[in-house]
């Protein structure tokens, strides 16, 4: 990926998304005004954070970007399958129980908050569609990739073969450990499942940018790009629930269509 700083905020950008129809930033937690343990720009408000600070950081980040909060659109996350299709209609609002937001209108705004869930980049250049998820491993057990895929499909023509994938960073199988019964979720979800679990020292590691690669890859993604930046051994940089034990904020993924 690649790094930016400018006034006081740090993000990074997908090379394979650069040049293209979208703009797309994942944030860091450097450059907020958010105190330990959610130290830095936290835009989580439901981890214990004071609203005002949230708030203010949400401002920095759309100062930032040039962008007006009437074109925001959310969502209340649940690690589910959900996807909705966003428009204008949807502007300045936080669309509930749902994890992927797709859109194919320009000036839309699509933000989602992660602190070791995968963010999931989806792009459609024929069709100018784009699709923002989040998913650990409840959402991959779910299915949300395959069902962002499906909605682009279904809602906006898009072939599974044109589509641009980027998954940003997250706890990568380095750190990221789960019981035997998370393992049997994913199995029936995720295509040769057994390439992404490692089981080391009477522990199963799950690698969550495998696990989802695979899936984009079953339903006809080929072009996908892996941060490989592992959230929970990088929480200078990156807010993570594992690496800070529960005690911490969320960072910004963002994305929006060009004119």
């Known amino acids: 990926m690649i790094r930016h700083e400018a006034h006081g905020l740090v993000y990074y950008t997908f090379p394979s998304l ?3 129809g979208i703009a797309h930033a994942v944030l860091t937690r450097k450059g907020g005004k958010s105190q330990p343990p959610y130290g830095g720009l936290n835009v989580g408000h439901r981890v214990g954070d004071n609203p005002q600070v949230v708030e203010a950081n949400h401002r920095l980040i759309l ?11 959310t969502a209340h996350q649940v690690h589910g399958s959900a996807v909705a299709i966003i428009g204008h209609k949807h502007g300045g609002s936080i669309i509930p129980a749902t994890d992927g937001l797709v859109t194919a209108q320009s000036g839309i705004l699509l933000m989602l908050r992660f602190a070791d869930c995968v963010p999931i980049f989806l792009y459609d250049p024929r069709h100018h569609t784009l699709a923002l998820g989040h998913a650990g491993w409840r959402g991959i057990a779910a299915g949300l990739a395959r069902s962002m895929v499906q ?3 279904r809602e ?7 589509i641009i994938a980027a998954l ?5 199988a380095c750190c990221y450990t789960v019981g035997e019964e998370v393992i049997d979720s994913i199995k029936s979800s995720v ?18 940018w495998h696990s989802i690669s695979l899936q984009l ?19 200078e940089e990156f807010f993570s629930h ?15 269509l060009r004119e």
Request: glycine share 14%; with cysteine.
């Open 217 to 235: 890859g079953g339903s006809g993604v080929s072009s996908i790009e892996i941060s490989s930046i592992c959230t929970a051994m990088n929480t």
């Open 191 to 208: 295509p040769h499942w057994e390439k992404a679990v490692d089981r080391r020292n009477g522990a199963f590691y799950l690698d969550m």
């Open 18 to 20: 650069e040049g293209e």
């Open 63 to 73: 100062e930032h970007l040039g962008l007006k909060p009437q074109n925001l659109v």
């Open 156 to 162: 906006m023509g898009s072939d599974p073969r044109e």
């Open 242 to 256: 594992r690496g800070e034990k529960g005690r911490t904020g969320r960072f910004a993924c963002l994305a929006w």
């Open 151 to 153: 909605a682009m499909s």
């Open 168 to 172: 940003g960073p997250a706890a990568g």
